[in-house]
């Protein structure tokens, strides 16, 4: 923005900083030196100082420490715990650190609205005086405010001229006074302009041009930095840099102090730098980098085309190519570069942000890697990798996003230190686990996990025993299964693992050797084998491994052999496809179920290829098309069909599991059903459940009746009734902990009707008894419905009440609760029982008593039946109520201490004449309750 000419260099940067809403401390002091010129603009000095004030209150934060505010989890172990008073009180401070979080929020909003609004009022207010300047150009010495506005603009070329900065606005100034015959010589401007000389005090043309030298050293002395005289080559290889050397003392944000005479960075040029800008340390900016009121020190390299403006980058960082920082902080080993653009954000440690990322109000730290994506109002800390995504947050701390992963069990500091900076590469043969005679070596990276969570990959592993190398890739593909990922397995888990692995285990083909000269003579162990060798697979007429037989039944296997065919054949469920029965011919061990002994004739398959490892079929189950079970079993009335994969895992009820689902190392029970492109990895899915679309579940469990469809959940359990599609749940904080969601069930429906109702969801259940009493009864239509969120909602329709063998209908009564705000479905039995019987039900301020119409039944108001309430002082002491009911007055009643407390001009006195008396509301009144006045 181009200054008023009629404006101070001081104002105009002022009003810069409320113009881009940088609202500084300065700014107080600089309104009350020249508030009258502010004020023209329409900013007073009370606006700077609220706003100050609110900026204060926005930017003190609570620290949660201090109110003993813990992780996510605290919220459901408060409830869970709920009668212990130590946590009470915890919850009481996280309501407190909530209270001023809102706080600090609400004063961040009116801060925004207010640096916005001074904004706008400064922009108009240049617009009018660049209005007035055309104005009074135009007027040129026709007019006195003509001549004050050339006047000043001579006094500002001029001042331009003697700091070195003079531009072709004072050759264009000096135009309509040669024009007039007016001369310009050492003594002022001649004619009219004698006065004005004076005024301005103006040099002599001989004192300018003998001034040179003082000149220059006007200039000198307002430089923040000079060149030093030392140059060096660049970390580039290429470029020559300049040492710089502090000229004055002056401050930087982020608590840099420069003094005078201090030695700096290395620039490229001078066109580096602009503005309140430093280099420091050994510090490097070179090509087209430019430093705009930033500081770069210690280590740190910004080059190409980068822009740093109002940040500081410091330590070993480096801001890269087309990148542009604002307003930001880029310290210890950070990488910024491609075409990113960060604004208001944190990045440290080994993080980076590269490609055409756009990063905004955020904190990268730890390891994070933003690459090609757009990240607002988060925090990030961990090993994680955002790549081409979207995650945009709110700006409050409730919606602010935040997201943390711990680090690898299995790595010490030094290791992980070293593994995040050499991302990339990796590290190469780290040491694991050592034994007194073993040791597992294997190379680590850090690798894109299955969200933005990155995983630890450990490949070519080796273990060391005896002098001989032994391959461990399949150890170590069982240890990702049993803890889900390696980053879960701890020191102490592997040592142990590595001491009692068996000896016989490193020479057979789960661990084959790798020096082949001692694979000679093991042939003894292939043969005796193991559970998850024994592999029965390739069909009649095909090329067998070496050892393997066909026996007559097409069975494969090593040695004995784990099962074949009894003969038996049948149709499918699908009522096309034929089906053999098999049988075991080896005893089967399962962990946590009970052994299959050899001669025990199992389920059905349609071939060999159906089955592939330790795997059992077993009961009335299975398994045809293109589906296979690897190292599973599936039991009791289940089928695995088309093209689905079970892998370690167990499937047992009446579950389906159909299309190209994926399941390892989970268990299904019930009467799931899971189809089209599922991936299950260590959940369990049972009752009325069901996961269809593309959904992908990790260490989750959906019990009872939970839908998912479309849907990423990560450590998440689902126990009820719910309807989840279309959403991403990550809550993974440590192995075996999960966000439970848990919804409750309508007091009305017994165990055995919601059973009922969860296997016939969709259609409901017809005319179903809810409520019986001597008097009446109530039938309605019971369905289960999505409601709000995730959770699923009895519904009740139709509703009829019966009454002496005669249906009549009961829409009216369900309406008016409806209107009431209490929905029946959600009544308790003894509640809705008395409401049958026709005793007054209180909803809120208002009571209600079921009456017949011509119509049929309708909850009556009996506000209208109450009149000539009084209330007095009673003789025998306190205060007493009475009133008439249908006109007949009704004994008085003692008001109790607490409503007495609360009594004044404005309690509802029918509400409580309706609360005392709720007895007599009855149908039947009973003479010794009232007497007629």
Not at 33 to 47: R, T
Not at 189 to 198: A, S
Request: charged share 25%; aromatic share 6%.
């Amino acid at each position: 923005m181009k200054k008023p000419k009629m404006m101070t260099q001081e104002v105009f940067d002022a009003l810069n900083q409320i113009r881009t809403k940088n609202i500084g401390q300065n700014l107080y002091k600089c309104v009350y030196e020249h508030e009258s010129e502010f004020q023209k603009l329409g900013v007073s000095l009370e606006d700077i100082s609220d706003l100050l004030h609110m900026k204060q209150n926005a930017e003190e934060y609570p620290e949660a420490e201090s109110y003993q505010v813990y992780d996510q989890w605290r919220e459901l172990y408060i409830y869970d715990n709920f009668t212990d008073p130590e946590i009470k009180l915890r919850g009481d401070n996280e309501r407190a650190f909530l209270a001023a979080v809102l706080s600090c929020d609400s004063w961040r909003i009116d801060y925004v609205q207010k640096a916005d609004e001074l904004s706008k009022t400064v922009v108009s207010g240049f617009e009018e005086l660049w209005k007035q300047e055309e104005t009074l150009a135009q007027e040129g010495w026709r007019s006195w405010n003509g001549i004050k506005y050339q006047l000043g603009k001579i006094a500002e070329n001029m001042k331009m001229f003697v700091s070195g900065d003079v531009d072709e606005g004072f050759s264009q100034t000096m135009e309509p006074l040669q024009k007039q015959g007016q001369a310009v010589n050492g003594g002022g401007i001649r004619g009219e302009g004698e006065i004005v000389g004076r005024q301005m005090n103006m040099p002599r043309a001989g004192e300018i041009m003998g001034g040179v030298t003082s000149v220059k050293e006007t200039m000198k002395e307002n430089k923040l930095y000079v060149m030093a005289g030392e140059e060096k080559i660049a970390s580039d290889g290429v470029t020559v840099l300049h040492q710089i050397k502090a000229n004055r003392n002056f401050d930087l944000d982020y608590g840099i102090e420069v003094y005078k005479g201090q030695s700096g960075g290395w620039i490229e040029s001078e066109k580096n730098l602009e503005g309140c800008s430093w280099v420091g340390g050994n510090a490097e900016v070179y090509g087209k980098a430019r430093i705009i009121n930033s500081a770069v020190t210690d280590n740190s390299v910004v080059k190409g085309d980068a822009v740093v403006m109002n940040s500081c980058v410091t330590d070993y960082a480096r801001v890269l190519d087309h990148a542009s920082v604002e307003n930001s902080l880029v310290c210890d080993r950070a990488v910024i570069s491609g075409d990113s653009v960060i604004n208001t954000v944190v990045v440290s440690d080994y993080s980076t942000i590269s490609g055409a990322s756009q990063v905004e109000n955020c904190s990268c730290c730890t390891n994070t890697h933003v690459v090609d994506s757009t990240v607002r109002h988060a925090d990030y800390a961990g090993d994680i990798l955002i790549d081409s995504l979207n995650l945009s947050y709110g700006r409050s701390l409730q919606e602010r996003g935040s997201f943390n992963s711990d680090s690898p069990l299995l790595l010490d500091e030094l290791t992980l230190e070293e593994l995040r900076s050499n991302l990339k590469e990796g590290v190469k043969n780290v040491e694991l686990a050592e034994t007194d005679v073993k040791r597992l070596v294997a190379d680590l990276k850090l690798v894109k996990g299955e969200n933005i969570l990155m995983e630890l990959c450990v490949s070519n592993p080796v273990i060391h025993f005896e002098g001989m190398e032994y391959d461990g890739q399949d150890l170590i593909d069982t240890l990702e299964v049993l803890y889900s990922g390696m980053e879960n397995v701890s020191p102490k888990s592997l040592h142990e693992i590595l001491s009692d692995l068996p000896e016989e285990f490193l020479v057979k083909d789960i661990m084959q050797k790798i020096n082949t000269d001692l694979a000679e003579g093991m042939e003894s162990y292939l043969k005796a084998g193991t559970a998850a060798e024994n592999h029965i697979g390739a069909p009649e007429g095909k090329d067998m491994p070496e050892g393997k037989t066909v026996d007559d039944d097409n069975t494969v296997g090593i040695g004995d052999r784990l099962w074949g065919f009894t003969g038996e054949k049948k149709l499918a469920s699908d009522q096309v496809t034929l089906l053999q029965q098999i049988r075991a011919d080896k005893q089967y061990s399962f962990v946590n179920a009970k052994d299959i002994p050899a001669g025990t004739t199992g389920g059905w398959i349609e071939s060999e290829k159906n089955l592939d490892a330790y795997s059992w079929v077993g009961d009335n189950a299975e398994v045809y098309g293109d589906a296979k079970l690897v190292s599973s079993y599936i039991l009791e009335s289940s089928i695995v069909r088309d093209s689905a994969m079970v892998e370690r895992s167990v499937v047992a009820g009446k579950a389906l599991i159909t299309g190209e689902a994926r399941i390892e190392e989970s268990y299904i029970a019930g009467q799931v059903r899971v189809g089209d492109d599922v991936i299950l990895k260590s959940s369990v899915v049972d009752g009325y459940s069901s996961v269809g679309g593309g959904s992908y579940l990790n260490n989750s469990l959906c019990l009872k009746n939970t839908h998912v469809s479309d849907s990423v959940l990560n450590s998440v359990l689902f126990d009820g009734d719910f309807e989840v599609s279309a959403k991403e749940l990550y809550y993974k904080k440590k192995p075996g902990e999960v966000k439970a969601f848990e919804n409750s069930v309508s007091p009305l429906v017994t165990d055995a009707m919601l059973d009922e109702l969860r296997a016939n969801q969709g259609v409901g259940l017809r005319e179903v008894s809810l409520c019986n009493t001597k008097e009446r009864e109530l039938i309605a239509d019971l369905n289960l419905v999505k409601g709000d969120d995730m959770e699923m909602n009895v519904t009740v329709s139709n509703p009829v009440i019966k009454e002496n063998g005669v249906r009549y209908d009961g829409q009216r009564v369900v309406s008016t609760l409806k209107n009431t705000g209490h929905d029946i479905a959600n009544m308790e039995p003894d509640k809705l029982s008395a409401m049958l019987s026709g005793k007054l039900m209180l909803l809120g301020k208002q009571g209600y008593v079921i009456e017949q119409d011509k119509d049929g039944f309708r909850l009556a108001n009996v506000r209208k039946r109450v009149s000539g309430i009084e209330i007095y002082s009673h003789k025998a002491g306190g205060m007493a109520i009475r009133c008439m009911i249908d006109g007949v007055q009704q004994l008085s009643k003692m008001l109790t201490a607490e409503d007495l407390c609360s009594f004044d001009d404005k309690t509802d006195r029918k509400a409580l004449a309706v609360r005392y008396f709720a007895d007599e509301f009855r149908h039947e009144r009973e003479m010794e309750y009232s007497m007629r006045r």
